[in-house]
T-cell receptor, first 114, second 115 residues
């Protein structure tokens, strides 16, 4: 079945460091790929998405590129801030579910210190 | 635009008691989801509605969990009787009808503690 695998956390960085959170997926066909973020005490919110191979999603300085050949969608940011501390979830929706069922990874906690 | 509303935010019950959660999705969203998020894990889909019909409830423990979406708008998720392992955050989400890149919008969740 469809699945998402994320690197385990926590990821601990100093402010202004470079961030990479790895995500790989297994799915039938060409899924849509998402990164959701969950700040402390809040619900999940969409950070960025990509719907076809080689698409790059970007938002708030975060980027991720849909790599079909490596089935990956790694999240990157050039310079993290303390306010980026949160849990990040990689997710997919697959064409065999009409793109209506989100499958999530286990989440990666990011801790950024001043 | 108002977001997805959930209540209550927190609930503590004893095992074998019953509990109900309520969700009001974004106006006009045909699809409504209930997810269970156990501490340290990603959200797991419990049930998905399209309008007032069930699309997927394959991971809903039907011996104790039930859900309904009356009139295709609000939804209620019930657990009866609760077990210790039901302690989790219950997330409601809604979206428009599915197509490539359809985004789901999430409520703040209900944190359930079963003691």
């Amino acid at each position: 079945g469809d699945s998402v695998t994320q690197m385990e956390g926590p990821v601990t960085l100093s402010e202004e460091a470079f961030l990479t959170i790895n995500c790989t997926y297994t799915a039938t066909g060409y899924p849509s790929l998402f990164w959701y973020v969950q700040y402390p005490g809040e619900g999940l919110q969409l950070l960025l998405k990509a719907t076809k191979a080689d698409d790059k999603g970007s938002n708030k300085g975060f980027e991720a590129t849909y790599r079909k050949e490596t089935t990956s969608f790694h999240l990157e940011k050039g310079s993290v801030q303390v306010s980026d501390s949160a849990v990040y979830f990689c997710a997919l929706s697959a064409p065999n579910t009409g793109f209506q069922k989100l499958v999530f990874g286990t989440g990666t906690r990011l801790l950024v210190s001043p | 635009e108002a977001g997805v509303a959930q209540s209550p935010r927190y609930k503590i019950i004893e095992k074998r008691q019953s509990v109900a959660f309520w969700c009001n999705p974004i106006s006009g969203h045909a699809t409504l989801y209930w997810y269970q998020q156990i501490l340290g894990q990603g959200p797991k889909l419990l049930i998905q509605f399209q309008n007032n019909g069930v699309v997927d409830d394959s991971q809903l423990p039907k011996d104790r969990f039930s859900a309904e979406r009356l009139k295709g708008v609000d939804s209620t998720l019930k657990i009866q009787p609760a077990k210790l392992e039901d302690s989790a955050v219950y997330l409601c989400a809604s979206s428009t009808l599915g197509h490539q890149g359809t985004e789901a919008f999430f409520g703040q969740g209900t944190r359930l503690t079963v003691v």
